[in-house]
């Protein structure tokens, strides 16, 4: 369940059963980031670029299809876990309600999705959500589309910030698992390798997939 007393690590000192550090260990721990299981909102529809901004609102707001099972192995990473950490989205937080088996965990917005604007592009362009996705994240990342939302450099500059927050987290040798989102995910990762560590499991980016990171 969600930790309110936990919530927005960002903005103070970590405090709290979510952040508690067990004695001093030899090195950091792993630091684990998942992705949410699949949102309930239908893929199945093809629009132009306005109607994808309004579908990627719903898509933002809503929560979990009902019926996942979450992996087995990303429970246990759940259960070994000294913290665990959701993005303040429903998606991400229903997606560590399910693996955290009753465990308190914390939320913080700073580890939300970064935006996807679609490109101004004429209405008579239809495709499904999945084509939207990819050409939305490619003019945001290298065209610095971003009507008026987080920027490339803002979102790089939040992800450097998520990582040393991680990286704080997990100084103790305490495990530390982040549920959040796929590209956020992403581009914590890139930080926190630019920053010494190593990459030592990767299994995509599908749902409920996760990505581990641990000084060499």
Known sequence: ???????????????????????????????????????????????????????????????????????????????????????????????????????????????????LPPPPWPRWIKMSPKHWGFFARFWWWFFDHHDGQESRAQAELRADQAADLLIDLSKNGQEVLLVAHGFFNTMIGLSLQKRGLKKTLDQGFQYWCVKRFERP
């Open 1 to 115: 369940m969600a930790d309110e007393s936990a919530d927005h690590l960002s903005s103070r000192e970590p405090s709290g059963q979510a952040t508690a550090a067990p004695p001093a260990a030899s090195r950091p721990g792993a630091i684990t980031l998942a992705r949410h299981g699949e949102p309930a909102l239908s893929r199945k529809v093809r629009f132009n670029a306005p109607a994808y901004g309004e579908w990627w609102a719903r898509y933002e707001e809503g929560g979990l299809l009902p019926g996942q099972t979450p992996p087995d192995s990303l429970k246990a990473t759940a259960r070994r876990a000294g913290v665990m950490i959701a993005s303040t989205r429903r998606r991400s937080i229903e997606t560590a309600t399910a693996v955290a088996e009753g465990k308190a965990f914390a939320t913080d917005p700073l580890f939300i999705e970064a935006p």
